[in-house]
């Protein structure tokens, strides 16, 4: 039976969005163990908001289910009364897909479970779980996975589009190491996914996104790093960018796969221990980070540290998760924001060219865009043994373009992003990991997904043939 009624505008009026919330709550409450929020309940306000803060959706019904049992109920009740359903992990996916207009949204942030096991190297963690909670757990044993580069991004949303962070390169991306899985599935039967069980969803899990179920728990491999490494930025003056640039490419292209970080055109912080004035200016940065023994760090890390000189150098040792927070600045909750990403082949001294030129006056001073060098154990994994099959690229480049309201309008910085993509596709090759992607349609879907769509369609086809989970970087069933 379909509960959903649109007005002439597309958008539910508020009683009647009130109403609807009222009679889904009414639907499971009692058996259902968390919180739910109804529009005009308290809390209603803040449940429905997403880190992007351009996002501005009314769900009918926000559940924040305390158990599995409470994910099935949400799921059952959305798939029963044919709505809209929204999962969010930790609300950072860039077009919102952590909400929904007049459905149900089923937030994980209760389930918060973490077990790490140091002698297997193992960690179970609930779909709730943010970066910084899993880092501060698992360094706790001088172990990780590679997480996010801002703790409050969600480990669900993160790992099952790719996962990229610091030590890609040295241990892969994120779902690389993911073991198995836990999944309420759009029927509500819960499974699990693994190398041994519903091999065909595991697979597609590592890369496919949220279309195929609900993933309650996570279990993942664990690598021995820090928890003291060696790590900082450098900032450069504008004017040296481009020298900057190639000498990072030359040097990292060469580096061990120990060595991570990335190129930043970014503005400085406006803060210590950037020199006064640098602050706030567009400068280049590059992230360095070793991974290896301590013992080593200088030495490899020394082409890069010594180039310069730079107008703030900051490299040392430090916990794994103090560089985890080093971006932590340049991502306020309930920003706006806008994002765009694109693989290089190589970076060319004129892709160089056209990113120093694109970013030279950049719409905000929280506008950035990160180049990151692939390669390393990302290149380990076969192209058909998860669903990322794109792991030749060598290079690339995140546009993560964040405002605050008081500046120029939306449309402004979406234009900046939007026109430094298009100024970069001469020098970019079709598909992305989608984590760093807002919304483009199917053809970008499908194009991200390469020789391997079909394989995708058919476990679409198994698992949720109605397409019960399509708010996400969606992959329709054969027949939708
Ligand atoms: C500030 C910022 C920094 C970022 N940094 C990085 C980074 O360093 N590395 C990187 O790889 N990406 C990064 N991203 C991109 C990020 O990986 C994606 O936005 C990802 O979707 C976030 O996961 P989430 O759980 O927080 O998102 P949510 O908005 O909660 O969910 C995003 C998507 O994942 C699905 N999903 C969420 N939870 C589940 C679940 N439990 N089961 C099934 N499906 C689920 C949803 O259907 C939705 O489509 C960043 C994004 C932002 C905004």
Not at 163 to 181: H, I, K, P, Q, V
Request: proline share 7%; glycine share 12%; net charge negative.
């Amino acid at each position: 039976m379909g509960l959903r009624a649109e007005s002439a505008c597309g958008r539910v009026e508020n009683m009647e969005l009130a109403t609807l919330g009222a009679a889904l709550a009414d639907g499971i409450q009692g058996t259902f163990s968390g919180d739910l929020y109804r529009p005009g309940d308290p809390g209603y306000e803040e449940a429905r908001q997403v880190w992007n803060g351009m996002i501005d959706r009314r769900p009918a019904l926000v559940g924040t289910p305390s158990d599995e049992d409470g994910v099935r109920a949400l799921v059952n009740l959305a798939r029963e009364k044919d709505l809209p359903l929204a999962v969010r992990g930790g609300a950072h996916s860039i077009s919102g897909h952590g909400t929904c207009e007049a459905g149900v949204v089923i937030d994980l942030s209760l389930l918060k479970s973490i077990e790490v096991d140091p002698a297997a190297k193992i960690a179970r963690a609930g779909g709730g779980v943010k970066w910084g909670e899993l880092d501060d757990a698992t360094q706790r044993h001088g172990l990780a996975v590679t997480g996010g580069r801002d703790p409050d991004t969600g480990i669900a949303g993160l790992t099952l589009a790719s996962g990229s962070g610091w030590l890609e390169r040295m241990y892969g991306l994120t779902a690389d190491s993911l073991m198995s899985a836990r999944v309420v599935l759009a029927d509500g039967s819960l499974v699990t996914a693994s190398a041994f069980q519903n091999e065909d969803l595991f697979w597609a899990l590592r890369g496919g996104g949220g279309n195929f179920g609900v993933v309650t728990e996570f279990t993942y491999a664990l690598h021995e790093v820090g928890p003291m490494i060696t790590a900082g930025m450098l900032l450069y003056p504008r004017p040296m960018a481009r020298e900057v640039a190639r000498h990072y490419r030359d040097w990292i292209e060469a580096a061990p796969r120990e060595v991570g970080g990335g190129l930043a055109f970014i503005c400085a912080p406006p803060h210590d221990p950037v020199p006064p004035e640098a602050q706030g200016k567009p400068m280049v940065g590059v992230i360095v980070a070793h991974f290896g023994d301590l013992a080593d760090a200088d030495e490899a890390l020394r082409p890069m540290v010594e180039f310069g000189p730079p107008a703030m150098a900051m490299v040392q040792p430090m916990p794994y998760t103090a560089l985890q927070l080093i971006q932590v600045d340049a991502f306020p909750k309930g920003a706006p924001g806008y994002f765009k990403a694109e693989f290089l082949d190589e970076l060319s001294d004129d892709a160089i060219n056209t990113f120093i030129e694109m970013t030279a006056e950049p719409t905000s001073p929280l506008a950035q865009v990160l180049l990151q060098p692939l390669g390393g154990a990302i290149t380990d994994v076969g192209t058909d043994e998860t669903a990322l099959p794109f792991r030749d690229a060598k290079w690339v480049y995140h546009a993560l373009t964040v405002w605050t309201p008081d500046m120029a309008p939306d449309e402004v910085h979406i234009k900046y992003t939007k026109d430094l993509a298009a100024a970069m596709s001469k020098h970019t090759r079709p598909g992305v990991f989608l984590n760093f992607v807002a919304d483009e349609g199917r053809d970008r879907v499908r194009s991200s997904y390469g020789a391997i769509y079909d394989r995708l369609v058919a476990v679409k086809d198994r698992y949720d043939p109605n397409n019960l989970f399509r708010l996400n970087q969606n992959i329709p069933p054969s027949g939708g």
